[in-house]
């Protein structure tokens, strides 16, 4: 059964600090990795991770993903009260037919003052 | 450009009642997901068309949920009878093709759906 975990499921930081999250993968036929971050609406696209090693970066945000060690974390510098959102990774599949992506539980961020 | 559409964004009905959601993907997107998303979960894939025809309903629990996406654009999610369990935000989403590298899915604002 293809598994995405993520961690952690929750932390609180204060304003200013840099959080790291998680996101490990069990799964068939990869093809990618994604991040979304989720506030009280639709989940909106941060980044798409094809490849190993390479870093992308938007603003205070940047991810990476290893394939070897089947992992992505996401990071936030400079955390800002609008960052408070739960964080969605998600990894895109070939299922033979279709393409689909398979979500983690998300880990949820919240940034006090 | 104007997103996904999901129409009503809140509904309560009792068990064993009937609802129905309705969706209006990006304009020229081809391929049409519907997600379940449990409350401190994430999204599940309920089913994916690609134009009018169905690629993935292996996760659709037949039995009481049906979708359909006739005309290859706007796409209907119905399920009866209602059960508590089915409490959730149903995510439409949409991609230009099917999702593979370089085609990013975009979600509309979901439909939260309560069972009582």
């Known amino acids: 059964e293809d598994k995405v975990v993520q961690s952690p499921l929750s932390l609180v930081v204060h304003e200013g600090d840099t959080v790291t999250l998680n996101c490990s993968y069990e799964?068939?036929?990869?093809?990618?990795l994604l991040w979304y971050k989720q506030e009280k609406k639709a989940p909106t696209f941060l980044f798409m991770l094809?490849?190993?090693?390479i870093e992308k970066k938007s603003g205070r945000l940047s991810s990476i993903l290893d394939k070897k060690e089947l992992f992505s974390i996401l990071n936030i510098t400079a955390t800002q009260t609008g960052d408070s959102a739960v964080y969605l990774c998600?990894?895109?599949?070939?299922?033979?037919?279709?393409?689909?992506?398979?979500f983690g539980t998300g880990t949820r961020l919240q940034v006090t003052l | 450009e104007a997103g996904v559409a999901q129409s009503p964004r809140y509904k309560i009905i009792e068990k064993r009642q009937s609802v129905a959601f309705w969706c209006n993907p990006i304009?020229?997107?081809?391929?049409l997901y519907w997600y379940q998303q449990i409350l401190g979960q994430g999204p599940k894939l309920l089913i994916q068309?690609?134009?009018?025809?169905?690629?993935?309903d292996s996760q659709l629990p037949k039995d009481r949920f049906s979708a359909e996406r006739l005309k290859g654009v706007d796409s209907t999610l119905k399920i009866q009878p209602a059960k508590l369990e089915d409490s959730a935000v149903y995510l439409c989403?949409?991609?230009?093709?099917?999702?593979?590298?370089?085609?990013?899915?975009?979600f509309g604002e979901g439909s939260w759906l309560t069972v009582v």
């Open positions: 989403a949409s991609s230009f093709r099917q999702f593979n590298t370089g085609n990013t899915i975009y």
């Open positions: 799964v068939t036929n990869f093809r990618s």
């Open positions: 094809t490849s190993s090693g």
């Open positions: 998600a990894v895109g599949l070939n299922t033979g037919t279709a393409s689909k992506l398979t």
């Open positions: 304009s020229g997107h081809a391929t």
């Open positions: 068309f690609q134009n009018n025809g169905v690629v993935d």
